[in-house]
């Protein structure tokens, strides 16, 4: 049922335009009755799980330490502080908000990272309960919005800001939030901010390991229990993200393997997505309120904020 789902929102996306995980998403709350079903619900879950995962830890096969290397000094530098002080934001806000503090790391690591692809993984080792599963289908819908809508309006921005196609990269990819936008965003400016947008953007990708590897052993040493409770420190997925890197780098993988491992990917992710919504009710997002949504907006306009001041103190 998940994959028909996931099928279904490819076709969509592929035919008429818009955001794929945007369209697995609602898709599958359409289906959230099924999700009480005994024939479907063992499906669902080994969708919304080892799915998630295998996803997550093929993203590695679409970096190499080249392309983070190749962007420079400045701008990596720009791109990690960015991160920091947007998940440290996150937290803060969180508790200004008066929401849990797994929500603002959530939602800040999904906006600093690489979004609904970040939400995913870093859900993966925060403390499992309904609330946080409602808040990571949220934060799904919220960035992928977002990142559709600052597709649309940065690049009139960097215009605004005046910005140099090399800087115009630089802020391209170090606010939006995911890859697909991102690369719509540059190259619609030009192919060597579209290519610098590109290479700022999976350097963004690349800080998935540290952050999640972090989350995991903070939230492993308090009481709340993680689905990786029984399995090691270090989660097995992680470990493929990174065996991908490294294996990319070395030219161990050619172009063509590259791209199916790629397109293997993005398969998993579309269908825990479309796994992770027939196992939520729309009601039950509803539910969580306004300040979810002021979380994310908050986030995203700082992250931009912080790195378009960064870039003209760094001329």
């Known amino acids: 049922m998940a994959i028909v789902i996931a099928i279904s929102a490819t076709f969509i996306s592929a035919s008429y335009g818009g955001p794929q995980l945007l369209y697995a998403l609602f898709f599958g709350l359409a289906f959230h009755f099924l999700s009480d079903e005994p024939n ?50 996150g937290y803060l806000l969180a508790k200004w908000l008066k929401r849990p503090a797994t929500e603002g790391l959530l939602s800040g690591g999904a906006v600093a990272i690489c979004g609904a692809s970040a939400a995913l993984a870093i859900a993966a080792v925060l403390p499992q309960n309904k609330e946080n599963e409602k808040f990571t289908l949220l934060t799904v819908v919220g960035v992928t919005t977002l990142s559709t809508l600052a597709m649309i309006v940065y690049p009139l921005l960097v215009k605004l800001f005046g910005l140099d196609p090399t800087e115009s990269g630089v802020f391209l990819g170090g606010t939006i939030h995911d890859v697909a936008q991102v690369v719509g965003a540059g190259y619609i400016i030009s192919n060597h901010t579209g290519d610098v947008a590109t290479f700022v953007k999976l350097t963004r990708v690349a800080c998935l390991v540290p952050v999640v590897l972090g989350l995991s052993i903070v939230f492993k040493s ?21 065996g991908l890197v490294i294996a990319n780098s070395m030219g161990f993988i050619s172009h063509d393997v590259g791209g199916w491992i790629s397109n293997a990917s993005r398969a998993c992710l579309v269908t825990a997505i479309s796994a992770l919504g027939v196992k939520t009710s729309f009601q039950s997002l509803v539910s969580l309120g306004w300040r979810p949504v002021i979380m994310l907006v908050m986030e995203t306009v700082w992250i931009a904020a912080f790195v378009v001041i960064a870039l003209m103190l760094a001329r």
Do not use: M
Not at 222 to 242: C, N, Q, S, Y
């Open 40 to 89: 479907c619900r063992p499906g669902i879950d080994f969708c919304s799980k080892i799915l998630l995962r295998t996803g997550v830890a093929l993203l590695g096969v679409r970096i190499t330490f080249g392309q983070i290397a190749s962007v420079g000094v400045t701008p990596l530098v720009i791109v990690v502080c960015g991160l920091l002080v947007t998940l440290g934001f």
């Open 222 to 242: 308090r009481d709340g229990k993680t689905e990786l409770d029984a399995a090691p420190l270090v989660p097995f997925f992680l470990i493929g993200f990174v």
